[in-house]
């Protein structure tokens, strides 16, 4: 499974506010955006789940144009994980994971023994099914964010969106969904996150792309890419990059922002 | 309220089986009791020989006063009720779950404020009960769909759909309150203006059997698709992202959940004028008692509304010397229900 943007621009309305972004992604990888506020990087990624309309260019799933997908099939094919609203009603866990089969459902249908038991092998890989009968609104923000990784994989999609999938988490539970984000890429997902921290695109071993402030931007493997020259460039903040070692010999590299 | 009652701390356990049966079971009883309950008192085994009678053909042994006063008399008055009841707590849930807001009640865009019009515009001209509910029921769908189309206009111009929906409901309903008001001032006060008071006032004492089979085809039209598509509506209380990315065109559906509440809401306050509070307090017990999720939730509303209203206007035509306004009762026990519904609320559900 591969999904490529080639000379993708994207905007709100006739705005635009990203020309030519070209990248592929293949299952098994995660793709981290990167860049500074306000820069584009929910634009990219709502144009990539059809929330937008693609001003030119186009999106491919598997050398597949998406452009004239109905909602459905992009529901069964690309998963979307936001960051979590207030819900108004006090839904079980596992009823939230259980409507993330809506897209496999006819219209009148509604969620059979199989589902559910999908919903709940959702909850179960990402060890969380201990939730299942909690209230969605009512549980702590990391458990929320399980919750509705859970709910996306229920879809059993092929690509996974996630807008910035640690924001608002304390720091145990930023390194634990990083951590599960990566097997669900080992598993053979294929990821597209967006988040503030370029340490936790390392963490994940993903591939990263960096939106510059002048429509630029830069694509490749993290050491290409997330350098002290272009964090430099795009946050307008000076970066040390630096080594260390962990327990068993492994190069740890981490972003060090320089007050000065 | 429902915390530490038949739950652990966090989760919590409804019993949906036996809460509809039980739910089922005491919908008959009052419905039952009702036809014999009033000034001119019949058994409840007097009022199940004829009822069983008049189906079945059976003899029947109960007075022919008696066989009067329960068909002739209440039958009609509790079917409207039970069909008011059960319309009006169906709108309000499903109102509430499309606008992802369990304080909302079903004439939020404007159904009832344009009914009202419509009904005392018809009531001026005196025209009878039944042309008054067509031409209330004509201006309620009217209102509403003058505010859907603003609403659409003006959400061209910025992103925010659902909340520019509420405000121009808002908008549109004080202004048919206000051409309400008009009417009133012009209308003559020795005849019109009395009839007009009377009918904003809700109460099911002018139904005509026509009014009820209209009453009928516009609950079978609104509430079969809401049923069918009952699981979906759980999805609409998510972010309208969150909801395409589970592949349901939001717009779509929210437009059909809406016109089929909007039917429902306008054609029971077009034959029984403004009843307040129903669509709003009933959604809430229905939830507190079967859960949130729509596919529980619609039938347990459409039986306890329907209860509740049978039960409420029993009150009215029993209670005082007089018969009292429906909608006065409704709220009279409607407003201060909801506060200690709120106040035992407080903690579960929406913080956060």
């Known amino acids: 499974m591969k999904l490529d943007l080639l000379n993708v621009s994207c905007g709100y309305g006739q705005k635009n506010i990203l020309s030519n972004i070209t990248f592929s992604i293949e299952s098994g990888k995660i793709l981290c955006i990167l860049g500074p506020n306000g820069v584009g990087k929910s634009t990219l990624f709502k144009t990539i789940l059809g929330f937008l309309k693609l001003q030119n260019g186009s999106i491919l799933l598997d050398g597949e144009s998406i452009l004239n997908w109905s909602r459905r099939s992009m529901a069964k094919s690309i998963a979307y994980v936001p960051q979590t609203q207030p819900q108004p009603f006090s839904f079980s866990v596992l009823e939230v994971v259980t409507m993330g089969r809506a897209p496999h459902l006819r219209s009148f249908e509604s969620p059979a023994k199989k589902d559910v038991e999908i919903a709940e092998g959702s909850l179960d890989r990402l060890g969380v099914l201990f939730l299942k009968d909690r209230i969605f609104s009512e549980l702590s923000g990391g458990e929320r964010q399980m919750v509705l990784i859970a709910r996306a994989l229920t879809q059993q999609p092929q690509v996974l969106i996630m807008d910035e999938p640690t924001s608002s988490l304390d720091f145990g539970n930023q390194i634990r969904v990083l951590k599960q984000i990566k097997r669900l890429a080992q598993s053979g997902l294929c990821i597209v996150m967006t988040s503030h921290f370029p340490d936790h695109a390392y963490l994940c071993s993903a591939k990263v792309i960096l939106l510059q402030k002048d429509k630029n931007y830069q694509t490749g493997v993290f050491d290409e890419v997330v350098t002290e020259e272009n964090l430099r460039k795009a946050y307008g903040i000076d970066v040390k990059i630096i080594h260390t070692v962990d327990d068993k010999g492994a190069v740890i590299k981490a972003c060090i922002p320089v007050l000065s | ?352």
């Open chain 2, 1 to 352: 309220m429902r915390k530490g009652f038949f739950c652990s701390k966090d989760s919590v356990k409804y019993y949906p089986t036996f809460m509809a049966i039980t739910l089922g079971i005491f919908f008959l009883i009052v419905f039952v009791l009702s036809l014999g309950f009033g000034r001119y008192m019949v058994p409840a085994n007097q009022v199940l020989n004829i009822i069983v009678g008049k189906i079945f053909g059976t003899s029947i042994t109960a007075s022919p006063v008696a066989i009067d006063v329960v068909i002739n008399i209440r039958l009609l008055r509790i079917i409207a009720a039970t069909m008011v009841g059960g319309a009006l707590s169906i709108a309000g849930t499903t109102y509430q779950g499309v606008f992802r807001n369990p304080i909302v009640s079903p004439d939020l865009l404007g159904a009832s404020s344009g009914a009202a019009f419509g009904a005392a515009i018809a009531l001026v001209f005196s025209l009878n009960m039944f042309w008054v509910s067509i031409i209330s029921f004509f201006t309620g769908i009217g209102a509403v769909f003058l505010a859907y189309a603003i609403s659409t206009i003006m959400s061209k111009r910025n992103n925010n759909d659902l909340l520019t929906l509420v405000l121009t409901g808002m908008v549109v309903a004080s202004l048919f309150t206000a051409f309400t008001s008009l009417i009133k001032l012009v209308a003559d006060p020795d005849s019109k203006l009395p009839a007009i008071t009377y009918w904003l006032m809700g109460g099911l004492s002018t139904i005509v059997p026509q009014n009820l089979f209209m009453l009928l085809l516009a609950l079978l039209i609104g509430i079969i698709p809401l049923f069918l598509f009952s699981w979906r509506i759980n999805l609409m209380s998510f972010d309208d992202e969150e909801v395409e990315s589970m592949g349901l065109d939001v717009k779509k559906y929210r437009i059909g959940f809406i016109v089929c509440a909007t039917l429902l809401t306008t054609a029971s306050v077009a034959v029984s004028g403004v009843i307040g509070w129903v669509g709003l307090i009933i959604p809430h017990i229905s939830r507190m008692i079967i859960g949130p999720n729509y596919k529980k939730l619609m039938p347990a509303s459409l039986l306890i509304g329907a209860t509740f209203l049978i039960l409420v206007d029993d009150i009215t035509r029993c209670a005082f010397p007089s018969e009292i306004p429906l909608g006065i009762i409704t709220s009279i026990i409607g407003a201060p229900f909801f506060i200690i519904l709120m106040l035992k609320r407080r903690g579960v559900g929406s913080e956060t």
